[in-house]
Structure formats: C-alpha cells, structure tokens
C-alpha cells in the first residue's frame, strides 16, 4: 500500500508476566511507547489515508484502561471466565500487548484502511512489533 500514516502514544503501566517455570515475575513499570502504523492504497475524499484523529481515537480508546493500571488486572488479560492459576488468561507480554492493540486497531479501521504494524516499547532498545 502506498500511502501510510502513524500515531504514537505512551501510557503508564504495570504488569508481571508468566516465567517459563510456571511462577510471576516481580511486578514493575514501564512508560510503555506505542506506535501504529496504517495504510491504504488509495486516498480519501479528503486527500488522507484516514483523518489522524479518528486514529487517535481509536488508539487511545484501547489504551485508556491501562494507563496507570496493572495490566495484570485489566482486560484481555486478566478475564475471569479463561483463567490460568495466576488469574490471567493471556500473560501480558510487550508482544501480546502489540497484539492485542493491533487486532482491536484493525478491526475498528474504515473499510479501504489496513493495519501494518503496531509496535510496544517497553524501555529504550526493548519493542515488540505485531503485523498483521
């Protein structure tokens, strides 16, 4: 596709993942840095891939939750009905976080807008990248 556009973002969040032994990680923060990619082959009626705002929008509504939260405690992973011991039904990896954002980011973009990529960094060298 031709034309792409970016929004970037940050939110405040802590977490604590699944280690391969089965038990948690020490629950810590991070400035976690967000950035999503969409593109499309064709412009707008307006001359846009698609207006940034209405990216924002869609970007920050996922987001909003976590700020200043555990993601430990927030949905998609922690959800009472699909539980593992530690309460999580999915351990809230930078990667599923990049996931999770760029499938809810997809499926809320107009008919003729692709998601690329979105990217979650959780410190300075340390980014996962979901693609669709």
Known sequence: MPYEITYETTFAAAHAI??????????HGHNWSLVVT??????DG??????FHDLEKIVLGITAN?????LNDCAPFADAAQ?????????PTAER???????TVA????????????AVGEAPGCTAVYRA
């Open 46 to 51: 307006i001359e846009t891939v698609m207006d």
């Open 97 to 103: 976080v990049a996931e999770h954002v760029g499938v």
């Open 18 to 27: 699944i280690l391969p032994d089965g038990s948690l990680e020490q629950v």
């Open 83 to 91: 539980t593992d011991r530690h309460g999580l039904a999915v351990s």
């Open 66 to 70: 976590w700020h200043n939260q555990h």
């Open 38 to 43: 969409v593109a499309a082959d064709e412009l």
């Open 107 to 118: 499926a809320a973009l107009p008919a003729n807008v692709r998601l690329v990529s979105a």
